[in-house]
Nanobody
């Protein structure tokens, strides 16, 4: 099992910044990638940014150039720095860890943290 604890959400004005953190614990040796997803009211959950064990990154097109994902392997923590926030970034943000062991994939999720961007 992998446990994920998120922090850093909140209320910010448009153009502002926030940094989300996600600390992983438990069976972390099998984690292949970690990332952030978000879900706005009435919408499907979407991938925001991911980072692999080898530090390859992937971003949602609408956040490229504004969000930066990073990881601290010593702390088993992944971060997303969100700059130039827009009202459309408002959502619940979920941390994800993808475990791959013996060819079997399993996703773990954090509890979610609310990000609200006011106009």
């Amino acid at each position: 099992q992998v446990q994920l604890v998120e922090s850093g959400g909140g209320l910010v004005q448009a153009g502002g910044s926030l940094r989300l953190s996600c600390a992983a614990s438990g069976r972390i040796f099998g984690i292949n990638a970690m990332g952030w997803y978000r879900q706005a009211p009435g919408k499907q959950r979407e991938l925001v940014a991911t980072i692999t064990r080898g530090s390859s990154t992937n971003y949602l097109d609408s956040v490229k150039g504004r969000f930066t994902i990073s990881r601290d392997n010593a702390k088993n923590t992944v971060y997303v720095q969100m700059n130039s926030l827009k009202p459309e970034d408002t959502a619940v943000y979920y941390c994800n860890a993808r475990e791959v062991i013996n060819g079997l994939t399993r996703d773990y999720w954090g509890q979610g943290t609310q990000v609200t961007v006011s106009s």
